[in-house]
């Protein structure tokens, strides 16, 4: 758990909700009564307990719905009402799903459900099959329909279009709670987002840690919304996952202050995880030929953009240097011949201020920079 979560709310997963609901649901449908409050089993043995926000029955069908709590987490759907209706299953159907409005369905291979399928992953239908096994028995038969209230447009704030999930949002988790901040389920992300760029077939991934440097680099290579994947600072967690689940090309993109940082050794390059050493970017600029003036200025800059604006007045261009030392910090975590890496640095207007070429990574050094 990282260590700024530790005194932060945890709050629980869309399939957490998504079980407590079908459960209440199920429970109604047999019974003719909601629960006033419903517990579920998380796979790690816990058994948080819910209070329903809708209650509804009618011909064959009961509803139930939950307001998810994301705890302290700055989750899109914290707030959201996920909903379940149960219905019976034909004999021998055992429990099926359904993507209701707002849950979205798998239109593109390479995720954890095949293409047709509702976005309702693995472990949440576990926990869904188990709560109505706790109420039914096993072995029982029913259709569960999960919905999400304006789950559509919750979806525009998550990668779900990227990644060929239509219509609305997935029911997400393996633990059943939401750790604030949890770096866990954004490097997730990023494995499904390989996942599904392999499935594809494609053979050139572009990881950018923000949203300038990602445009910049599609532009760049004119890649497809499939190739781009939303890496954010875990450069390491991407390129550890490639090494394991090869691409041929791999370009990395990124402002200046980040590429620094990489530069500088870094994997992951969250400002909390330690600052570009204005010091070391003020030796890199003295070997390049600055002057003992403007290598003071450097390393009293107020951040990395300051120092690259000083270099840039005088004449001095850092990008490529950077380009070349964070190529060798990336190269070091895929070590594979049969993976070419490229590395692009850009700055606040998206413009390009430093590159390698494409180079396999088991070689100690890139082809020359360009800029």
Same mark, same amino acid.
């Given at each position: ?129 188990? %709560?109505? %096994? ?118 990395? %993109? ?78 070091? %975590? ?38």
């Amino acid at each position: 758990m990282d260590e700024e979560s530790k005194n932060l709310r945890r709050g629980w997963t869309t399939g957490t909700c998504a079980a407590a609901a079908s459960k209440a649901a199920c429970l109604a449908l047999i019974s003719g009564e909601f629960p006033t409050m419903v517990e579920v089993t998380l796979p790690g043995g816990q058994r948080p307990g819910f209070a329903l926000a809708i209650e509804e029955r009618g011909e064959g069908f009961a509803k139930a719905g939950i307001v998810k709590d994301a705890g302290d987490d700055p989750d899109v759907t914290h707030g959201a009402l996920i909903m379940s209706t149960v219905r019976r299953g034909a004999p021998g159907s055992g429990i099926t799903f359904k993507a209701g409005p707002g849950v979205g369905t798998v239109t593109r291979p390479g995720l954890p459900l095949p293409p047709g399928e509702p976005s309702i992953n693995p472990v949440p239908r576990q926990m869904i099959a188990q %709560a109505i %096994a706790e109420v039914a028995g096993e072995g029982s038969d029913f259709e569960v329909e999960i919905s999400v209230a304006d789950g559509e447009k919750i979806a525009e704030k998550t990668l779900n279009g990227r990644l060929g999930i239509l219509g609305g949002i997935s029911i997400l988790g393996t633990t059943g709670i939401v750790i604030p901040f949890s770096c866990s389920a954004w490097i997730h992300s990023i494995w499904r987002g390989i996942d599904v760029a392999r499935a594809a077939g494609l053979d050139h991934i572009s990881g950018a840690t923000g949203n300038t440097s990602e445009k910049a680099a599609q532009a760049h290579h004119g890649l497809s919304e499939i190739a781009l994947i939303d890496m954010g600072d875990f450069v390491g967690g991407m390129l550890k996952y490639v090494r394991s689940h090869p691409v041929a090309k791999v370009t990395i %993109a990124g402002g200046v202050a980040k590429m620094t940082k990489l530069a500088q050794g870094m994997l992951d390059v969250h400002s909390k995880r330690g600052l570009a050493d204005l010091e070391a970017l003020a030796k890199l600029a003295a070997e390049a030929g600055a002057d003992d003036g403007l290598v003071a200025r450097i390393a009293g800059a107020n951040t990395v953009s300051h120092a690259f604006q000083l270099a840039g007045e005088s004449g001095l261009t850092l990008g490529g240097r950077i380009a070349a030392l964070a190529w060798k910090t990336a190269a070091k %975590a895929l070590r594979d011949p049969a993976i070419s890496l490229e590395i692009l640095v850009f700055d606040r207007q998206g413009q390009l201020v430093g590159k390698t070429e494409f180079t396999p990574s088991d070689h100690s050094d890139p082809l020359p920079s360009v800029i």
